[in-house]
Each structure stands twice: as C-alpha cells, then as structure tokens.
C-alpha cells in the first residue's frame, strides 16, 4: 500500500503545511520573547547593579591604582610550599 496521501483525502500534506506554519510561527515568537528576556535583565539587574556599584565607589574588578606596565599576577592564598607532587595530584 502506498504510504503518501491521495488528492481526495487532504488532511495529511494539510497537517504538515499547518504544522511547519505553526513550528515557523513559534520560531518567531521565540526570537522575540530572548530578546525581551535579556533586555529585561539587562535593564533591571546588570544596569542597576553597575549604578550602585559605580555611586558607592566599588571598584569589582579590582582596577584602581593598577598601572598597565606592574604584574597582575597575585600569589595563591592556599598553599605556603608549591611543590611538583602537590601540581601532579589534581583531587
């Protein structure tokens, strides 16, 4: 038996064409709602987050008084005596 649809009976291609109209259409939707979400976020937690931060004088990442030319390295707070079998453990 022929698995396709006859002409007579429509409901399957019409199915599909309603379902892939409907999969595009949600598509769209979703594209909008992303980009209503992340402005959201943006607008009420990171833009504020950064006011507050920049009224009260916190500096987060730690830039103030670094000149381009010194180190930024920082040396590890956990361990007094590096040693090579302590860097070969990783647990």
């Not at 038996?1 to 892939?20: C, D, I, K, V, Y």
């Not at 670094?66 to 180190?71: K, L, P, V, Y």
């Not at 361990?79 to 079998?85: G, H």
Request: charged share 20%; with cysteine.
């Amino acid at each position: 038996m022929n698995s396709t649809a006859t002409p007579e009976s429509g409901a399957p291609g019409l199915a599909r064409r309603l379902r892939q109209g409907w999969l595009e259409l949600a598509g769209h939707f979703g594209e909008v709602q992303t980009l209503l979400i992340v402005c959201a976020v943006y607008l009420f937690v990171i833009g504020p987050t950064a006011v507050i931060a920049t009224l009260i004088g916190r500096d987060l990442l730690a830039k103030r008084g670094f000149d381009g030319t010194a180190s930024a390295w920082n040396d590890a707070d956990s361990v007094s005596t590096p040693d090579l079998a302590r860097a070969k453990r990783l647990f």
